[in-house]
Structure formats: structure tokens, C-alpha cells
């Protein structure tokens, strides 16, 4: 029997609770890992509030990350006691995921965990860090540099955004920061960001075209703010396109594309093939320093992960939160 936050559908709706869970209720997978730590994630704290349909199959553990050791295996790339860490491909939402002692799971979607980090360091950085890690190597990829001027963040007090915002700096870049939480104008400024503007510049109807800020842009919320992003970013610059924090829709006009040779990046964390998935660790392992996980990061123990979601659907949360599965 293992400790798991499971998440049931009935007449009245979902329920999520704290319960044991016999390895033979597991589902389907060719290995089976013992977790050490997962991550709460926005997508997570949807699931277990019930706020959002992101559960597609039921009953489900969410934790669309984890972080563990190999305690069983018959897919040929893997063997007991090696470290491993997943991210994304429907786990939580489809397949049992990570907020759990134990997951059973497709070899398939797991990756070598980094020699850069343990298991709770690979945690703090989860989905939202190397959802970063894919932004910023997309940005590189297609040639924007330091030399071209101002990186955009925005939701930059999120994971995401403090995970890019430290990594961009790592790499040599400027980085402007925005945010709806003034009060933390020097958290941010702590991982790199040199300036900080109230993300409600962003968040209404704006101009097709705005003064040319932005050599590049990790955009995260969707909607007017990736709009706008996109109208004030320089000719022949670029956009990573990550979240939608503030809305799926994007109410805007093709001008920055076809006046100033914007590029939209479409940056997809759950089904990125493997070789970009290794990309983007290799990045955070080569420019993340750990040192900057403890100011992201908050440790809670699985037993908090209820009250913890209720704090995401509220706002009231800042970087990155691990959860330790076995307390």
C-alpha cells in the first residue's frame, strides 16, 4: 500500500482525497517507480479543486511531474535503482501521476534525471521550469541574442517566469519582468530582472502595433497580454508562446507578423519529442544555479497539497511548490 491523492467523480461532482492505493490498482505502464518528490502545478490544483475539467478519466492521482527511482522495469532503457523524471504526456490527467509513493508508467516518457540535480531540485525546476527551459532554448534556437536588445517575461512571479527569468540572465540577457504583484518587485529583481512593469500595461486592448520594445518575449498568460507582447516586439523578433493564464483567446491582428516579421513559437511541454526534452534540462543544468531553487521553491509535504491547491485557484502563490510524497 502507498500514500496517494485520489481524485473521484460522483452525482455531486469530483472529490480529491489523502488515501492508500494496493500496487495491483495501479494502472498499465512497463515501469514502475517509487516517487520522491512531484510538484503542484496550476493544471494540478484545476484537478483537485475541480475548478476545470482537466481530468479526462477518473478515479486519477494528479501531478503531472515526478521525480523517483526505478523500482521496476521491463522497458529496455531502464533498470531498478535508476533516477528518472517525467513531465507532461497526460500524466494526471489521463494516466495516474505523480502526487503519489508510487507510479507505474510508459518508459517512453521518461527522462535520465540530470547529474545537476537530485530529486527535489528536479522538483522545483517540474513542468513549469522546464517549460522555461523549452521557451528560452526556442528563443536561442531561432537567434535572438543579447546583443538585440530586452527579453519580456510576463507572469514572472510564476514558476515559468522565474525559472526564465534565471535562466535568460544566466545566458547573458536583459530581462524586463512583468507582474501583477508589485510586492515583489525584488524577488524578481533577486533572480536577474533588471526591470520590473505592473503586467496590467499588457492585459487590455491595445494597438495592432506599440512602440518596438522586445527582442524577445516568454509569454505565459495568453489573450490581450500575448497580443500586446507580440505588438511591441522589435522587427524580425520572436514570441514563445507558453500559457494562458489570462485566457485561451487571442483577440489580435496579423500586423506584427507581416509589418515587423514577428515569429509566433508555439512551445508545447506535454508531448515534446525526447530530444528537446533533453535540450532543455541540459540548458537548466548547464545555466540554472541550484542555489536559485531555494528562493523559487516551497517544500510541503503531501498531506498539504489540498489546501495548497485551493491557494492557486485564490492567487495567493508565488514560484514553484514540491511536494514531498512521503511526509
Known sequence: ??????????????????????????????????????TLNYKDALAITGTSPV????????????????AESSHPDWSAGDAVVLNGF???????GGLAQRARLNGDWLIPLPAAFDARQA???????????????????????PAAGEILVTGATGGVGSVAIAL???????????????????????????????????????KPLQKERWAGVVETAGSHTLVNAAAQTRYGGAV????????????????????RG????????VQAPKARRLEAWDRLARDLDPAVLETIATEIPLSEAIATADRFIDGTVRGRFVVDVNR
Open 1 to 38: 500500500m502507498s500514500s496517494a491523492l485520489l481524485i473521484e467523480k460522483g452525482d455531486a461532482g469530483t472529490t480529491t482525497a489523502l488515501t492508500s492505493v494496493d500496487d495491483t490498482a495501479l494502472p498499465e505502464g512497463n515501469v514502475t517507480v517509487d516517487v520522491a518528490y512531484s
Open 90 to 96: 497526460g500524466v494526471g490527467e489521463t494516466h495516474w
Open 123 to 145: 522538483m522545483a525546476i517540474g513542468t513549469a521550469g522546464y517549460t522555461a527551459g523549452l521557451s528560452v532554448a526556442a528563443l536561442v534556437r531561432f537567434g535572438v541574442t
Open 168 to 206: 535568460l540572465t544566466a545566458a547573458g540577457f536583459t530581462v524586463a519582468a512583468a507582474t501583477g504583484k508589485a510586492a515583489e518587485a525584488d524577488y524578481l529583481k533577486g533572480l536577474g530582472a533588471s526591470t520590473v512593469i505592473d503586467r496590467a500595461e499588457l492585459a487590455e486592448r491595445g
Open 262 to 269: 514577428v515569429t509566433l513559437l508555439g512551445i508545447d511541454s
Open 55 to 70: 481530468v479526462r478519466t477518473f478515479p486519477m492521482v494528479p501531478g503531472i511531474d515526478l521525480a523517483g527511482t526505478v
Open 240 to 259: 514563445a508562446a507558453c500559457g494562458l493564464a489570462q485566457g485561451m483567446d487571442l483577440p489580435g491582428t496579423v500586423a506584427p507578423f507581416i509589418l
